[in-house]
């Protein structure tokens, strides 16, 4: 998309007053003036308890949002909760309902279904007003504010757009065919892959070789395939104990817990596991009896690594959607401004999530991609979307903080946060206290405040 | 590219002062804290009424020194838990506001 002259063709031709004004942040000023009270059902609750302000400026304004996952979803709701029912909120998914990516290693454990993972959209559709469309966006027009939706004949007006559809997985070469992907899953988007992996993993015989690869941060996820080796090289030592499990890391170390991992590898899995970091995957080929895994290692050279199992987490970037409409201009992730989330390259458009990047060259780490963060990010965003509709600047006293349980056994997990400072230079967030903190050791309140987390952090996204 | 939407916003502001009713007087900042208190809601529930603990309704105080005796405590120690190190990620001014927010909502 050709942003420079398309912009200089909106200025050489007419652009009406009220698509102009709709841009200058201050919603719509012509329609009828409503108080904070019309919207008392989703109003803030500390208003009743505040000085009612004389006069109070109505919140109105349309956003579209792109995907409803743990960011968009979270947007979605803080934007009627905290903008009350001036603003309209239409939000487009794909898929029926939610699958959720977190605990979707239990899965592979048999301690979970797919379906306990399942969320209905209908519960936050009821108790925010929130108009959430099946539907799929296909292009997106920054310049006229509007989306074009798969099989629709008009396309969608916004005043805000926030886009949030998670990543895209690279394929990795030697599993182009569909006979290749169907036999090497990454199970890293919880759904049908997380079943295949499951299977296979239950077909596999005792003495058999599990292969799992790491793909270079950022990734999805930080600590999820450390993770993911943890619970499945506990429940073969179980169930298979003469098996191996093989983890290849494109990574120098865990990208997360690293103390957590590294004590568990060594460890109570010392005798089951073998953790190789610096591997690049060369090709991976799935066509013989046991699929090998063509690698280079830091610093031993070629090496070929051969699985029962092998489930390849791929590199990853910004979904489809953002890709195809300029977003990541660099081909990878969509640059934002690190305070509001609004896209750098299309004004009027943010991009939260796993699609998003925070990173500069100043603090090139950004924040990291993860269901709890990406949740507030949708909230970062929806107030800065609802002062930009006030005619108010964005805060810029904003905090993302990251909390994490993680299995480390059937009956043991682990837990890290971080706390992620917005930076004044507004280059982007700046950890605080680095690295971040984890458990001391896992254990079995851990596995239960495990689910507890679980469980609020999906209520405040779903409900 | 900005030049022009300013200039259309500056065109869209004086065909609005003419076209319609004086604007409203005054404009609502969110509330002071909303935003940075959210950070709570993932493990302790929208406004601060579940999961690990209830954190909404209590005073001010009451939410500042529990958070403030957080920060005090060191890696190793046995009440070292997941709070304590999130704790000292945020500032005594954030810790202030965060508070109040908490303190109002029911």
């Known amino acids: ?463 | 590219m900005t030049t022009t939407r300013r200039f259309m916003c500056g065109l869209a502001a004086v065909a609005a002062a003419l076209l319609a009713p004086p604007a409203p007087a005054q404009t609502t900042a969110p509330p002071e804290g909303r935003l940075l208190a959210s950070n709570c809601f993932q493990c302790h529930g929208t406004d601060g009424r579940r999961g690990f603990e209830q954190i909404n309704g209590k005073s001010q105080t009451e939410i500042y020194s529990k958070l403030k005796e957080m920060q005090s405590k060191q890696p190793g120690s046995g009440d070292w838990d997941i709070m304590v190190p999130h704790a000292k990620g945020y500032s005594d001014a954030q810790l202030l506001k965060i508070s109040q927010y908490l303190s109002t909502i029911r």
């Open chain 1, 1 to 463: 998309m050709n942003y420079t002259r398309r912009t200089w063709l909106t200025a050489a031709g007419a652009v009406g007053f009220s698509a102009a004004l709709t841009r200058c942040g201050g919603g719509d000023p012509l329609a009828p003036a409503t108080t904070d009270a019309a919207s008392a059902p989703l109003a803030d609750a500390a208003r009743s308890t505040r000085t009612a302000p004389t006069v109070v400026k109505s919140t109105t304004g349309r956003v579209v949002i792109v995907g409803g996952g743990m960011a968009g979803m979270a947007a979605a709701k803080y934007l009627r909760v905290w903008g009350g029912s001036g603003v309209q909120v239409t939000l487009l998914e794909r898929n029926a309902s939610y699958t959720s990516n977190i605990l979707s290693n239990l899965v592979l454990t048999g301690q979970r279904t797919l379906s306990s993972l399942v969320y209905s959209y209908a519960t936050a559709k009821q108790a925010y007003g929130i108009d959430i469309q099946q539907g799929a966006v296909t292009a997106i027009d920054p310049i006229n504010r509007t989306v074009a939706v798969a099989g629709r004949t008009t396309p969608l007006q916004y005043d805000r757009l926030i886009v949030a559809p998670g990543v895209m997985f690279d394929t990795l070469i030697g599993l182009e065919s569909p006979e290749a992907k169907d036999r090497v899953v990454h199970a890293w988007q919880a759904g049908p892959e997380t079943t295949k992996l499951r299977n296979q993993l239950v077909a596999m015989p005792d003495g058999g070789t599990f292969v799992m690869t790491i793909p270079k941060a950022p990734y999805r996820c930080p600590p999820g395939p450390y993770e993911r080796a943890c619970v499945v090289a506990d429940w073969l030592m179980r169930n298979k104990p003469k098996s191996k499990v093989i983890v290849l890391d494109a990574n120098p170390m865990p990208t997360a817990e690293r103390h957590t991992f590294e004590t568990a590898f060594y460890g109570i899995f010392a005798n089951i596991l073998t953790y190789v970091p610096n591997v690049s995957i060369s090709s991976i080929d799935a066509t013989g009896a046991r699929v090998v895994v063509h690698t280079t290692v830091v610093p031993d050279g070629p090496v070929d690594f051969i699985g029962d199992v092998v489930n390849a987490i791929p590199p990853q970037r910004a979904g489809k959607v953002v890709l195809e409409n300029g977003l990541a201009p660099g081909g990878l992730w969509a640059p934002v401004k690190p305070a509001t989330f609004e896209s750098t390259v299309a004004a009027g458009v943010h991009v939260i999530g796993d699609s998003c990047s925070t990173a500069s060259a100043v603090l090139p780490a950004g924040v990291p991609k993860a269901g709890h963060i990406g949740n507030q990010e949708g909230k970062t965003a929806a107030d800065a979307i609802i002062r930009a509709f006030r005619g108010l600047a964005p805060d810029t006293d904003v905090v993302i903080n990251s909390a994490c349980y993680s299995p480390i056994t059937a009956s043991t997990a682990s837990w890290l946060t971080a706390v992620y400072q917005y930076d004044a230079s507004g280059n982007g967030y700046r950890m605080v206290n680095a690295p971040a903190s984890e458990a001391t050791n896992p254990t079995a309140d851990g596995y239960q405040d495990m689910n507890t987390w679980f469980n609020t952090l999906m209520g405040e996204t779903f409900a």
